[in-house]
């Protein structure tokens, strides 16, 4: 299935498409056999170190059910990132090069087996930035590979360090989009109330790194990084004004450029679960910067993404085709046979 005739002069792409849904190869708990660690454990587990995951969600491995729910939904293309349970950062570094070599090469077969429907991004690991660029690099010319996701959280440094900046530099050189994705957040408070973790330390994460790299000029320095911040950018939209007032009240810092500027090169998807808050998105950051997601297969995402966009008030047409397929179409190149 396409949407193809819902082209029209404000969406000449004519498709929608989904950049924050995640996958796992299918084969990949069988191709561990060959790769000595991570364990595959009993419950479609594995264990990183002392971490097990979660029980794999079957979801992420069906990709006729993932089709058949993406024509249920109206979408045409899911641009698909690891299970971001998978980030390896508690194996040695050799091991971790090597499953996410073995993931990696896993997620382009599975968007080249399913050309017009899937993209791929590539899981990067967060503790270092070379081994992180370096498969940027390797896999950008896979057919179907659209870029990479890389963790918010977990060892190494900061992503606002100048370590990173080698990984921000061959990103902006490839034209490769960064999906920004929290992981191992964790609030100074020990909130504690189930649910929270979701509700604020997810989105709190974002917002501490994202607007870090802002603080410290990684945007400025790569103003050609295509980097999208999921969860509608956590609070940034939100709380640019504070950014700004605060960075003014710095010695110096009413001759600099203010904070929210560089937030408006971000990229962010549209899951903010309310209309108002999406139109308020839009409405900061330009419709051509904000991106359809659903977080796909998993509940705290939203299954009506695209009806939420169409809900959204204040949105023109024009708008509205933007963020539910023009603007990843220019971004990601063809994105359909």
């Given at each position: ?44 587990r594995l264990r990183f170190g002392p971490r097990w995951t979660s029980p794999m969600p079957q979801a992420l491995t069906d990709v006729a059910a993932r089709l058949a729910e993406m024509d249920r939904r109206g979408v045409d293309v ?260």
């Open positions: 299935m396409t949407n193809s005739s819902r082209a029209g002069p404000d969406q000449p792409c004519g498709h929608v498409v989904d950049v924050h849904a995640h996958a796992v190869p299918a084969g990949l708990l069988d191709a561990l056999r060959t790769c000595p660690s991570p364990e595959a454990g009993p419950g479609r899911q641009v698909v990132s690891p299970w971001i349970e998978l980030s390896p950062g508690e194996l040695a570094p050799a091991a971790a090069a090597a499953f996410l070599r073995l993931l990696n090469d896993g997620m382009a077969e599975l968007a080249a087996a399913h050309p017009g429907r899937l993209r791929a991004l590539v899981l990067l690991d967060r503790g270092d930035p070379a081994a992180a660029a370096a498969e940027l690099l390797r896999t950008a010319g896979r057919p179907g590979v659209a870029g990479a996701e890389l963790p918010a959280g977990g060892p190494g440094e900061p992503l606002h360090d100048p370590a990173w900046d080698r990984l921000w530099a061959a990103a902006s050189e490839c034209g490769s989009f960064v999906l920004l994705h929290p992981w191992k957040a964790a609030s100074p408070a020990g909130l504690a109330v189930p649910g929270l973790g979701d509700i604020v330390d997810n989105p709190a994460q974002t917002t501490a790194v994202a607007g870090a790299m802002a603080l410290s000029g990684v945007f400025d320095r790569f103003p050609g990084l295509r980097l999208c911040v999921v969860h509608g950018g956590g609070f940034l939209p939100y709380q640019a004004g504070r950014f700004d007032a605060i960075a003014r009240a710095r010695p110096g810092g009413e001759r600099g450029r203010p904070p929210s500027a560089a937030l408006r090169r971000l990229y962010y998807d549209s899951l903010t679960h309310s209309p108002g808050s999406l139109s308020f998105l839009a409405g900061f950051a330009g419709a051509d910067r904000v991106l359809l997601g659903s977080d796909f297969p998993f509940p705290t995402g939203d299954p009506a993404a695209v009806e939420a966009v169409s809900a959204a008030p204040a949105l023109t047409p024009a708008a509205r085709a933007a963020i539910l397929g023009g603007n990843a179409c220019r971004l990601l190149g063809q994105c359909a046979s």
